[in-house]
């Protein structure tokens, strides 16, 4: 049973509606799960660029909780590593499948993982933890410590404060990961955040205000892409020059006692 909040929203529900709707765009090769848009576009290729390459440099094998449509598996396969995906949308992991045929998916229902203990060299999740409310957030990532062997790797929205902004977003702070890592055997190697939080906010207000009956997934307007790309440019100019407080995080976790690979290429 996929894990809900209060007012009812449920992660497994939300996402297999937002899946269908990228299902609905028309076939365009999508890698972005939720809304498409030039903003989310160039947030991804700096994810890859600054934040995964360097977290999975020298791994041979990731499971990928809440894998979404597949472009991180898809990257990942593409740097020679040995991929698996899990997810709580069936429609999302169809998505993949026609992307990467031969790559093991598994359904799961947003808490458990089907994996015995230490079954893969490294887990990791990116904007998954942040669209879970927080038994179910804490849940999962007990169930990822347990099945990652040396590492794990958490790419979620974080924030100088703990904030619900949306229905299906929670922004928590840095160290509401660290403490639960640690509670399960990992300890922080790295904690880096992307320079992107007045783009952020610019997008967040695009979305709210400029494209009412918009449900995510869907097709985006041409108007609020327009909108997005010059206020974002001007936003831009203030990540340049201001310390980022709010955005996607990398967390890195080893698990205690493990040996610290990153540098010199890790070693089975
Ligand atoms: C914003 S998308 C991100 C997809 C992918 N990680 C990426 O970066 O492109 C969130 C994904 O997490 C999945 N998800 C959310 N909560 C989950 C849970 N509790 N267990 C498994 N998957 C979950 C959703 O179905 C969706 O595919």
Known sequence: MSPSADDGYIPGTYWERVARRVSARDGEANVIAGDDTTFYRRKRELFLERLLAPATEGLHEVLEVGCGPGGNLAWLAGRGMSVAGADVSPTMLEHVRRLLPDVPLTHIDGRQLPFADRSF??????????????????????EIARVADREVHLFEDTAWLCLRDRQSHWLRLPRWYVRRMAEVGFVPVVQERLPLAAQEVAAALVRAAGDRGHHEGERVTSRRQRVEVSLGQAASVVDAVLPTGVGLTRMSFRRAGAPSGEKNGRQR
């Open 121 to 142: 060299e490294a887990v990791m999740t990116a904007t998954v933890l942040q669209h879970n409310p927080p038994d179910g957030a804490g849940e999962l990532l007990t």
